[in-house]
């Protein structure tokens, strides 16, 4: 028997896989599809900022919730990194930087851990989650696959 919220939760479901493979994609992208990213202030040996260890793009998880899909992470960091913002540089951050610095011994987390506590920094915007034009296309393309499978079986079963 057809069943609308079989259909339904179909529908979400793909969402849910489309969207997370293409977030995903993002980080190897290095941009919100073609949007790049800003390139980092200081150069870092291990690539792009939000790849260093990737546990940002490990940590981020679609589900299915109510009637959309709800993408989130449990690293504190990911909304600052994902819509960018403001940031006090702290006692904690600066003996952080100290020891990257002193593990790495690159200039960059020097220059960091030098910094005044209350000094404050702006992250730029590095999205890779989130709506736009890519996002609606792909919901779209998942809503249309869907209603064509459903029509498929709809025509079988009137034809029975």
Do not use: C
């Amino acid at each position: 028997m057809l069943d609308p919220n079989k259909l339904k939760a179909d529908i979400l479901d793909d969402m849910r896989v489309e969207l997370s493979d293409e977030f995903d994609r993002n980080f190897e992208r290095k941009g919100f599809f073609s949007n790049a990213w800003k390139s980092r202030a200081h150069d870092y040996p291990r690539g792009s900022l939000l790849m260093v260890s990737g546990a940002m793009r490990r940590s981020t998880q679609g589900q299915v919730v109510g009637d959309g899909v709800r993408f989130t992470s449990s690293l504190p960091y990911t909304a600052l990194h994902n819509e960018g913002g403001k940031v006090k540089v702290t006692a904690k951050m600066k003996r952080f930087f100290w020891y990257k610095y002193k593990t790495t011994k690159l200039e960059m987390w020097k220059y960091f851990a030098l910094m005044k506590e209350g000094k404050v920094l702006t992250i730029p915007k590095r999205q890779f989650i989130g709506d736009g034009p890519d996002t609606q296309r792909i919901i779209r393309e998942v809503i249309e696959d869907n209603l064509d499978k459903f029509n498929i079986q709809l025509t079988e079963f009137l034809r029975k």
